[in-house]
């Protein structure tokens, strides 16, 4: 007996696809041009003001051409010997090394009691040293000019990395801490119990991790005092001990400016600067990152 096997029924046709809205485009499907185009004017608008100070500063004095050629180096030379900006230079270094290294320093152990200690005005002295920061620089000249003729030290570059100091300190100890608070206490610990006083666990296991904190609040104590214009201005009347910020500005006079030496100057300020930020691009971005990360 043969049994008829039944047709399998057919399959539903199908349903039409419901119309989705337009798929969101990704980073890398976005044309090229429109990330190039923008970050090419902002390029423009940068480098063009580098630029021009390039062109004075190499370009031969009362040329007018838009290109630095022949390429001359005579106002180099000119603010280096005869502005004395060899001086200033070596008493920008001074201050700027100083600065950085008392303002880590004090802010090291400032930001390590508090992250890790609590006392009864913890917050009345977190909140003194974030209002601190409203107070412009020209309020400190009258008390610190008063402290500093009374102690003899007008006229000393002691007296600007003290103020550089006293102006930096607050900010670099909230950075600090708050570096400090990123670290386990468990890590200290475990120090303590394999026999390290508080100080030897601090430096044998908390201050490696530091390490980009303390670059970070360090170039900015050191870029902060390798620029700052007013308290070198104000404690400083001795030409010798001036810093290039105030020698820059001895180039410029009431009846003329020698926009040549003015440049090749400027060129001479900012050069270190951006060598030292070449070279600790690094440890700066993780610095910056870090603050940011709750531990």
């Known amino acids: 007996m043969i049994t008829e096997i039944a047709p399998a029924p057919e399959r539903a046709a199908a349903e039409p696809a419901r119309p989705r809205g337009r798929r969101r485009r990704t980073w890398d499907e976005v044309p090229r041009w429109q990330i190039y185009l923008p970050l090419s004017v902002y390029l423009l608008f940068t480098l063009v003001p580098f630029y021009w100070i390039l062109l004075f500063a190499l370009r031969p004095a009362g040329s007018t051409s838009l290109v630095?050629?022949?390429?001359?180096?005579?106002?180099f030379e000119k603010v280096w010997t005869e502005r004395s900006f060899g001086t200033y230079f070596q008493n920008s270094v001074i201050v700027g090394v100083a600065t950085l290294v008392l303002t880590t320093v004090v802010a090291l152990a400032g930001g390590y009691a508090l992250a890790r200690f609590d006392f009864r005005i913890k917050r009345g002295f977190m909140l003194a040293l974030l209002c601190s920061q409203?107070?412009?620089?020209?309020?400190?000249?009258?008390?610190?000019?008063?402290?500093?003729?009374?102690l003899s030290m007008i006229n000393s570059l002691g007296s600007v990395v003290i103020a550089e100091t006293v102006f930096q300190l607050p900010l670099s100890m909230i950075l600090i801490s708050g570096f400090i608070r990123n670290v386990p206490p468990s890590l200290e610990e475990a120090a303590w119990v394999d026999g390290c006083s508080r100080f030897a666990a601090f430096r044998i296991v908390v201050l490696p991790l530091l390490r980009p904190g303390l670059v970070a609040v360090g170039s900015f104590a050191f870029v902060h005092a390798w620029n700052h214009f007013l308290f070198a201005l104000m404690f400083l009347s001795d030409q010798g001990k001036q810093t290039i910020p105030v020698?820059?500005?001895?180039?410029?006079?009431?009846?003329?400016?020698?926009?040549?030496?003015?440049?090749?100057?400027?060129?001479?300020?900012?050069?270190?600067?951006?060598?030292?930020?070449?070279?600790i691009q690094k440890w700066l971005i993780t610095g910056f990152s870090a603050g940011a990360v709750k531990g």
């Open 134 to 150: 409203f107070v412009p620089g020209a309020l400190l000249l009258v008390p610190l000019f008063q402290i500093f003729a009374k």
């Open 247 to 279: 020698g820059l500005n001895t180039l410029m006079s009431a009846d003329s400016v020698d926009l040549g030496a003015l440049a090749a100057g400027g060129i001479v300020a900012a050069v270190p600067v951006v060598i030292v930020f070449a070279f």
């Open 68 to 75: 630095p050629w022949p390429l001359t180096f005579e106002h």
